[in-house]
């Protein structure tokens, strides 16, 4: 699977206060040549948009210290950043609901598989190729 | 995985397998480790038995207060269910869905029973991880 597009690698947020889910994921981000960040709460994650930074998609943890996953989607759609395909993902059983009701695009359960991952990345990449022509 | 991790190492994760105290998830992760990421497993566990132990520190604290604070005390729990689930430690999530519902029913003796079940299992699975790595490790140094 070809992660660029022109020279531009995905741009992936991880938002997750979990060492362990942090390494996990980036780690199968890292298998297709994603660009990856890491905010570690909610707060950091608005942060870094309200820096100017873009992403193509944000992988989100539900319950994090100081502000929640989806607290954080709805205030990066307040920003305006709707073009950022968004993932919620949480072990939880009510997560989907909280994700979904915030905005997300998506909402997978832990642990997060590498089939799922890759499919979600080869989106983003069809969408990046899509918007160019 | 079979690449960069002993024969032996990958029979004492076999065994955990079989006994319940892994499950396929943690398979998978295995076969996360390339060569670009050597230390992936090594890293994975260490991380795990780090976090859990904390966590089941910050546990014992919670419920020792006069007054408990459950959605505090769920909210650990929620952290070391995700974590497990990542790594396939499938008794230790097991316990922490146990003690969600504990949580839920504002049950200290409930939750306190459920945090000696979890100490139990997360030690077991922990150990063995320790004993796994070092195994990995004395295999390494042996073909050096």
Known sequence: MTSYVEGSPVKALIVEDMAVDTLVLSTMLRKFHCEIIVAKNGKEAVQMFLEGKKFDIIFCDKDMPVMSGPEAIEKIHALGETHVKIVGVSASDNAQEAFMSAGADEFVPKPMKLDVVRAMIQEVINKKTNDMV | ?144
Do not use: W
């Open chain 2, 1 to 144: 995985m079979a690449a960069t991790m002993k024969l032996s190492t990958l029979g004492y994760a076999a065994s955990m397998l079989s006994t319940g105290l892994l499950d396929e998830q943690f398979q998978k992760l295995l076969l996360l480790q390339d060569g670009s990421d050597p230390n992936f497993v090594v890293e994975i566990i260490t991380l795990f038995c780090e976090d859990g132990e904390r966590t089941i520190g910050e546990l014992t604290k919670q419920l020792d207060k006069r007054c408990v604070n459950f959605d505090e005390v769920a909210d650990f729990v929620h952290k070391l269910e995700g974590s497990s689930a990542t790594v396939g430690a499938q008794r230790v999530k097991n316990a922490c869905i146990q003690f969600l519902e504990f949580c839920k029913e504002k049950s200290r003796d409930g939750c306190l029973k459920t945090l000696d079940t979890l100490r139990v299992v997360f030690y077991d699975v922990s150990g063995k991880f320790k004993a796994m790595l070092q195994l990995e490790q004395q295999q390494a140094e042996a073909t050096k």
